[in-house]
């Protein structure tokens, strides 16, 4: 992947701002959140939908702001943030190809566990975060397109030419940076959950410097995000108001 981004001063104060933010005030927003849902789920019905629309307008003025870096930046083309058709797709076509299927077996797998009642392997750290009624289940496909599409372009497209326009760093020095930020604003899973994430992240990274373009790692996210938010039951809990 070859990108020569350049901010303005005003794309550029926006952009520092919001790294600033996804660096540092999101993990710990971001902890307490989920710590409060954490407390509030058992007895407050709507608390996870609550919580799914805090963070869904979140990530979208996120999605926002970068739009308007980019509006500001006359050098910063949409390429540069990832906005272009993938390239090199033979390289990267057996590992998505393998990465799809493991989500989809172990999506099958892992949903037979919940309907058992046993144990999901790494569900702990995500736990308030299962669905429970048809509603948290509609709410977490939003949550999960959301985090798919923002995520990516904010983490992944516009951090990358953060770290190479801005910070002067090569695109690999840069993308691992911006994988650092990214699996910071997963600390409310803890040390666990967060591990998975930065592997899963590493993946998603590869596929776009790989390509050049965030259409696949997009779209695999959605794809994770859905089978942890919409078809993973929560196991060995209380299941209420599974009509709702």
């Known amino acids: 992947m070859s990108i020569s981004p350049s901010f303005s001063t005003p794309g550029l104060l926006l952009t520092v701002a919001l790294t600033a933010y996804l660096a540092f005030a999101a993990p710990w927003l971001g902890k307490r959140q989920y710590d409060r849902l954490a407390r509030r789920r058992d007895h407050d019905p709507r608390a996870l939908v609550h919580a799914y629309r805090l963070w869904i307008a979140e990530e979208w003025v996120w999605l926002a702001v970068t739009a308007l870096i980019l509006v500001l930046s006359p050098g910063l083309g949409p390429a540069d943030l990832g906005f272009a058709m993938p390239g090199n797709l033979g390289q990267v076509a057996p ?9 989809v077996i172990g999506t099958v797998v892992l949903h037979r566990l919940a309907r058992s009642g046993r144990a999901i392997p790494g569900q702990a750290a995500v736990a ?23 995520e990516e372009i904010v983490y992944r497209g516009l951090l990358i030419a953060f770290g190479v326009g801005v910070l002067g760093l090569s695109t690999t020095a840069a ?18 959950g967060m591990v998975v994430v930065a ?12 390509t050049g373009s965030l259409l696949l790692p997009i779209l695999a996210h959605i794809l994770i995000d859905v089978r942890g938010l919409v078809f993973m039951p929560a196991s060995g809990r209380k299941r209420v108001g599974q009509a709702g």
């Open 199 to 210: 592997l899963l992240g590493f993946w998603l990274t590869i596929v776009y410097v790989s």
């Open 175 to 192: 993308a691992a940076l911006a994988l650092v930020v990214f699996v910071a604003g997963h600390f409310y899973q803890g040390w666990k």
């Open 95 to 103: 590992a998505v190809v393998g990465m799809t299927s493991a989500i």
């Open 128 to 150: 308030e975060l299962m669905p429970r009624t048809s509603a948290e289940r509609w709410h977490g496909l939003a949550m999960a397109v959301t985090a798919g599409v923002c």
